[in-house]
T-cell receptor, first 114, second 114 residues
Framework: AQSVTQLGSHVSVSEGALVLLRCNYS??????LFWYVQYPNQGLQLLLK??????LVKGINGFEAEFKKSETSFHLTKPSAHMSDAAEYFC????????????FGKGTHLIIQP | NAGVTQTPKFQVLKTGQSMTLQCAQD?????MSWYRQDPGMGLRLIHY???????DQGEVPNGYNVSRSTTEDFPLRLLSAAPSQTSVYFC?????????????FGPGTRLTVL
């Protein structure tokens, strides 16, 4: 079975600083990996996804993530944080061939300090 | 397209009451699913459907029933509500059962069971 670990339930950065949200996965087969963002009292919105086409994936709002098979990681980064980036971020994994839903990490709450 | 819609947005139930959470999508997606979100737990899969007439259990199915009579609708039924079912419920859909497809989420239903 697959699993996802997000390091840090809360991450605080200053406005303009680098954002780094960590995600490690466990899967016995090649995974599909996703990052979703959830703003307060809203549903989840897809930021980006990895489906084996390219290891560096660019998403919306200036975010990107790099798939590193050797490290089983899919960390999310953004060069310069904006106040509007404050939200909950979820990493999720899905494995091919079946109808299983996404397996989510527990989430990281991103706080932006002015 | 309205995407994935859910009703109601908020609901308060007493222990033992029953209710149905509605979910509809207008994207002609084959695959639909229900998740619950609890603080510090991420999202967990309750039930899913790969097409009309086909449903299956996810990670946390106990206390919930589903049916899929049409492609568009995927209601979630609570037969006898319990306080442990207090949560935020999200419905999601994706084009097919393929694990690389993007899942689209509804805005959620916040349920409180007293």
């Amino acid at each position: 079975a697959q699993s996802v670990t997000q390091l840090g339930s809360h991450v605080s950065v200053s406005e303009g600083a680098l954002v780094l949200l960590r995600c490690n996965y466990s899967s016995s087969v090649p995974p599909y990996l996703f990052w979703y963002v959830q703003y307060p009292n809203q549903g989840l919105q897809l930021l980006l996804k990895y489906t084996s086409a390219a290891t560096l994936v660019k998403g919306i709002n200036g975010f990107e993530a790099e798939f590193k098979k050797s490290e089983t990681s899919f960390h999310l980064t953004k060069p310069s944080a904006h106040m509007s980036d404050a939200a909950e971020y979820f990493c999720a994994v899905s494995v091919g061939g079946g109808a299983d839903g996404l397996t989510f990490g527990k989430g990281t709450h991103l706080i932006i300090q002015p | 397209n309205a995407g994935v819609t859910q009703t109601p947005k908020f609901q308060v139930l007493k222990t033992g009451q029953s209710m149905t959470l509605q979910c509809a999508q207008d994207m002609n997606h084959e695959y639909m699913s229900w998740y619950r979100q609890d603080p510090g737990m991420g999202l967990r899969l309750i039930h899913y459907s790969v097409g009309a007439g086909i449903t299956d259990q996810g990670e946390v199915p106990n206390g919930y029933n589903v049916s899929r009579s049409t492609t568009e609708d995927f209601p979630l039924r609570l037969l006898s509500a319990a306080p442990s079912q207090t949560s935020v419920y999200f419905c999601a859909s994706r084009r097919s059962s393929g694990s690389g497809d993007t899942q689209y989420f509804g805005p959620g239903t916040r349920l409180t069971v007293l």
